[in-house]
């Protein structure tokens, strides 16, 4: 009989508490996992030592996922579930697969008709939409901005207007900044433009404005800080 692979959310801050973040099911699902499939080492072995395991947490195996894999290296990570095993998908934040690599291993594991469940759990990119008070009936999400930021801001700003959609986005970090600059100088001035900054932390900040509203008053300090970017031409 074959095995079972789990999609397991994460919270979106390493000190919060799985007890009132995470649904008790995520907690049973933990409970039963032979191995877990993690983004990064640290990342998996801080997951597990939030939970109650059928094993110690130190001696559950940990295998990573990277972003960029190949056939060879899916059906290796799935060999334990042809056997029977129950594993986890866990990114270290959100939900796998959801700007997250995941999506792969998901479409390999179904090839080889390994059962597959989906739990719920927190996300930043869903999050951002309901907060923002933009379009949340019709929305695209795209990942990382493309090197030419500007030229990337423009095409989602045009889309937004054409669709009559929120265009959702997110950077590095560490780039936050420098994007903020470049939508400033890019974008219409009647454009919306939300930044959802440290989702469910205790110092979440969801703010919404227009581009002239925004280049109107100091500059925000959102280096290093996860955020979410959001826009909508007036009318989207």
Known sequence: MKGELTLLPNLLGKELDTTLWLAPIVHQAVATLDGLIAESHPGGRRYLYKFKTKRPPNDIPIALLPKKVTPADLDFLLEPLLKGEHWGLVSDAGLPSLA????????????????????????????????????????????????????????????????????????????????LKVALTTLSKTTLLCIATNLTLPNEQVTTQTIRQWQQQPFPALNDQPSVFLLQTPGG
């Open 100 to 179: 997250d690599p995941g999506a792969e291993l998901i479409l390999r594991a179904k090839s080889k008709r390994i059962t597959i469940r989906a739990l719920p759990g927190p996300s930043s990119i869903t999050a951002a939409l309901l907060l923002s008070g933009l379009n949340a009936n019709r929305f695209s999400f795209h990942g990382y901005l493309a090197r030419e930021r500007d030229a990337h801001l423009r095409n989602l700003e045009e889309r937004s207007r054409a669709d009559k959609a929120t265009q959702l986005f997110i950077e590095a970090p560490y780039r936050n900044e420098e994007t």
